[in-house]
């Protein structure tokens, strides 16, 4: 009886939706479709949207990309021709990177510190071939706790265990995270390490592509070395930056990071106020051209020729320049940061490495020498 009931009930039920189905206008009908297409369509709409956001004619990325002419200061800085020669003064040859993993630890998308980030590393081991190379990590829960130990050995990522023998690995605890992006909780934690440390921080994304040598030993009381984004040097960006231990001005990018007032711009604190403080402070650092450490720049068009596949005529000019460049693309260009927020969707993330032997990009060319040959 029960079932006889539960059956006449589904079959009310059934008929009633049909009913409600046949009702529905023509406009209702369309506005569904319009929906449900754009659900589908969802990821080449925003692509075309990005593009369009970023190519039109007001766009500030004209203004980041437009030509440059390096400043005799910057040259100065770059070259070290007013350095101390005092060798116990230099900021130490000793590379830090910082990783934050987060729960859970395997993602849809791959695992975290993946090839690319391997490939950073690499890059400092045979360019800069430091005293030391330090990765720093955390680990953040589900419920965005930062003081959890994580519970994966990081020896067990096959990327981690294959730099094992060249890099010092460290566990961090970040405490109480709630309210702060992952972008936000690596920009202080760097900072925090150079002040203590001294040395050279590099992001997961920035390749080393010349020896720092020459910038390492800027003369007193500049005790850090940043270097400027954009042809219109609109900001001094935290993805590369050298240091003295306990530098001022470091000190003092700290404090904006510790007691200055929260924002929602977060490229403020890592890019805009360090190089207002340049500003302010212009005997506390030395700034380096665009062209040293993030040129190309992030924009559309530059990420594009990065990765745009060029024939051999072409690879073979690049590759002519890197061999009279000691390994760059350009004249006094130290590394190349990938821009991983701008270029990841489009093009880092199909990279392995049999596509950086086999294609030839511009950004191919530069990372084959820091692949093993087991790899």
């Known amino acids: 009886m029960l079932l006889k009931h539960a059956a006449s009930t589904t079959r009310h039920r059934g008929i009633a939706l049909l009913g409600s189905l046949a009702r529905i206008t023509p406009l209702r009908s369309l506005v569904l479709v319009i929906l449900v297409l754009a659900y589908l369509l969802r990821s080449p709409i925003y692509g075309a949207y990005d593009f369009a956001s970023q190519r039109h004619p007001w766009s500030v990325q004209r203004q980041l990309e437009r030509d440059f002419n390096p400043t005799q200061d910057e040259l100065a800085c770059l070259n070290s021709t007013a350095q101390s020669k005092s060798a116990a003064d230099a900021i130490p040859n000793v590379v830090h990177f910082m990783y934050i993993f987060q ?8 695992m975290q510190f993946d090839f690319l980030n391997y490939l950073a590393v690499r890059s400092a081991i045979v360019t800069l071939q430091p005293n030391a ?3 720093h990590y ?3 829960t589900h419920d ?3 003081s959890a130990k994580m519970t994966m050995d990081p020896s067990s990522n ?3 265990r294959r730099l094992r023998k060249h890099v010092h690995v460290i566990e961090h605890y970040l405490g109480d995270t709630s309210g702060h992006d992952i972008a936000y909780l690596a920009d202080l934690r760097r900072l925090q390490i150079l002040r203590d440390n001294g040395g050279i921080y590099m992001d997961m994304d920035a390749y080393a592509l010349q020896p720092f040598t020459n910038i390492l030993n800027p003369p007193r009381p500049r005790d850090v070395v940043l270097g400027h984004e954009g042809g219109n040097r609109w900001g001094l960006r935290n993805a590369i930056i050298a240091a003295r231990r306990q530098s001022m001005f470091i000190n003092r990018w700290l404090a904006e990071f510790e007691t200055g007032k929260p924002r929602k711009d977060w490229t403020y604190k890592s890019t805009r106020f360090p190089k207002s403080l340049a500003v302010k402070q212009p005997n506390e650092v030395c700034a380096l051209p665009p062209s040293a450490f993030f040129w190309p720049t992030w924009t559309w068009d530059h990420v594009e020729w990065m990765h745009e596949p060029i024939d051999k005529d072409e690879a073979k000019h690049w590759q002519n320049e890197m061999d009279n460049n000691g390994g760059a693309l350009f004249e006094g260009q130290l590394a ?4 991983s ?4 969707e489009r093009y880092l993330s199909k990279l392995n490495a049999d596509v950086i032997r086999k294609q030839d990009t511009r950004f191919n060319l530069l990372m084959r020498r820091f692949l093993e040959d087991d790899v």
Not at 103 to 110: I, N, S, W
Not at 336 to 339: K, L
Request: aromatic residues 18%.
């Open 341 to 344: 927020r701008m270029a990841s």
């Open 336 to 339: 190349y940061h990938s821009w």
């Open 103 to 110: 729960a859970p630890l395997a993602q849809k998308r791959g």
């Open 144 to 146: 965005g706790a930062g």
């Open 158 to 160: 096959p990327w981690i």
């Open 138 to 140: 955390a680990f953040i």
């Open 133 to 135: 190379i330090f990765l």
